[in-house]
Antibody
């Protein structure tokens, strides 16, 4: 059973770069889309972007200028960098795998499973 | 961007009630819709995808329907463990992938 685990600093200073890593265990990072999603305290979900195992990426236009997602297949990990953070970037950050429909053989962009999430606070 | 509007934003219901949550997309999404359940302090959990396909291990009291721009999540008989917040998400068009604002199901 595939499991995902986020890791990284829980506190980042304004204007600095938020860096998180998601480690995938129990399965290969190959053949799926891998996303980052965030949730500000008490609010809804916002998709940040995804990377395909081959390295192609797709970012939310609202964050695109500040986001980089990369993958390290040798370590079964993918990572998020969000630059020039402000208090508005304070959120629980989740990593998640894209879905696979066994009936059609289709790899899609619904999310399952998710990591447990990690709270990142932006504060000086 | 495709906007996803959920209604209601919250509801109160009793154990055993039939509960329906609606998600409306700002344009047609061709059944490319997923539903998630989130409990406090936990990550969302996938319930259904392709509008009506039940994820493995999810109880059959959960069902989904709809087409075009309008979709529905139904819980046929609400159980104590179903009190949570539910989100819809479209994956028809990217970027960006977008979520509804959530529906909180509370105990009456």
């Amino acid at each position: 059973q595939v499991q995902l685990q986020e890791s990284g600093p829980g506190l980042v200073k304004p204007s600095e770069t938020l860096s998180l890593t998601c480690t995938v265990s129990g399965g290969s990072i190959s053949s799926y889309y891998w996303s980052w999603i965030r949730q500000p305290p008490g609010k809804g979900l916002e998709w940040i972007g995804y990377i395909y195992y081959s390295g192609s990426t797709n970012y939310n236009p609202s964050l695109k200028s500040r986001v980089t997602i990369s993958v390290d297949t040798s370590k079964n990990q993918f990572s998020l960098k969000l630059s020039s953070v402000t208090a508005a970037d304070t959120a629980v950050y989740y990593c998640a795998r894209g879905g696979y429909d066994f009936w059609s053989g289709y790899y899609g962009n619904w999310f399952d499973p998710w990591g447990q999430g990690t709270l990142v606070t932006v504060s000086s | 961007d495709i906007q996803m509007t959920q209604s209601p934003s919250s509801l109160s219901a009793s154990v055993g009630d039939r509960v329906t949550i609606t998600c409306r997309a700002s344009q047609g999404i061709s059944n490319s819709l997923a539903w998630y359940q989130q409990k406090p302090g936990k990550a969302p959990k996938l319930l259904l995808y392709a509008a009506s396909r039940l994820e493995s291990g999810v109880p059959s009291r959960f069902s989904g329907s709809g087409s075009g721009t309008d979709y529905t999540l139904t819980i046929s008989s609400l159980q104590p463990e179903d009190f949570a917040t539910y989100y819809c998400q479209q994956y028809y068009s990217t970027p960006p992938l977008t979520f509804g604002g959530g529906t909180k199901v509370e105990i009456k």
